[in-house]
T-cell receptor, first 117, second 113 residues
């Protein structure tokens, strides 16, 4: 149990286009999901906290108009990279907390590799 | 805010030897400390975790120790195998509900056969 799936696993797009990444909890409800960004050979940097039915909370330095997050249901959060540029190329990983769990344990998606040409 | 430091950045060991990775954190309110293993291009996998009310936890070849007073925790892998080669991240919980994680910079572990 506790499977989190991301789609797409990789995407290549032209500069200036928008890209949407989906994060789904397949067998549990997730009241909270997190979006991380990981550059090559670096650590995971928390971008934002996505709460079902409310606005996302963004970490300092993350542009909310650039990275749109929607958490419309207890099993789906989406991250849209708007007007993508080459510097947005990265590995984006979502994670979810299972509703009712003791705070802490995260379940990660497979990650989505974005390449902006 | 929370700062998690992880050392070493790279670690090479001979197969069968032990490997130790250390992390320190700054926020005394942190109470959950997981360790993740990440292979290239894949998602982080939780390998072991510890909560602040426990000083040590062991799962087969993997153990984690926590010193809350000194604000440091360590990962110990015994009898290392080539398949243990990966990047390992420590993390510490933060936030109002303790459900956000701040990650260390990672340690590249290479097990030589």
């Amino acid at each position: 149990g506790a499977v989190v799936s991301q789609h797409p696993s990789w995407v290549i797009c032209k500069s200036g286009t928008s890209v949407k990444i989906e994060c789904r909890s397949l067998d549990f409800q997730a009241t909270t999901m997190f979006w991380y960004r990981q550059f090559p050979k670096q650590s995971l940097m928390l971008m934002a906290t996505s709460n079902e039915g409310s606005k996302a909370t963004y970490e300092q330095g993350v542009e909310k108009d650039k990275f749109l997050i929607n958490h419309a249901s207890l099993t789906l959060s989406t991250l849209t990279v708007t007007s993508a540029h080459p510097e947005d190329s990265s590995f984006y990983i979502c994670s979810a907390i299972r509703a009712g769990d003791v705070a802490g344990e995260l379940f990660f998606g497979e990650g989505s590799r974005l390449t902006v040409l | 805010g929370e700062n998690v430091e992880q050392h070493p950045s790279t670690l090479s060991v001979q197969e069968g030897d032990s490997a130790v990775i250390k992390c320190t954190y700054s926020d005394s309110a942190s109470n959950y400390f997981p360790w993740y293993k990440q292979e290239l291009g894949k998602r982080p996998q939780l390998i072991i975790d510890i909560r602040s009310n426990v000083g040590e936890k062991k799962d087969q070849r993997i153990a984690v120790t926590l010193n809350k007073t000194a604000k440091h925790f360590s990962l110990h892998i015994t009898e290392t195998q080539p398949e243990d080669s990966a990047v390992y991240f420590c993390a510490a919980s933060i936030g109002e509900y303790g459900n956000k994680l701040v990650f260390g910079a990672g340690t590249i572990l290479r097990v030589k056969s």
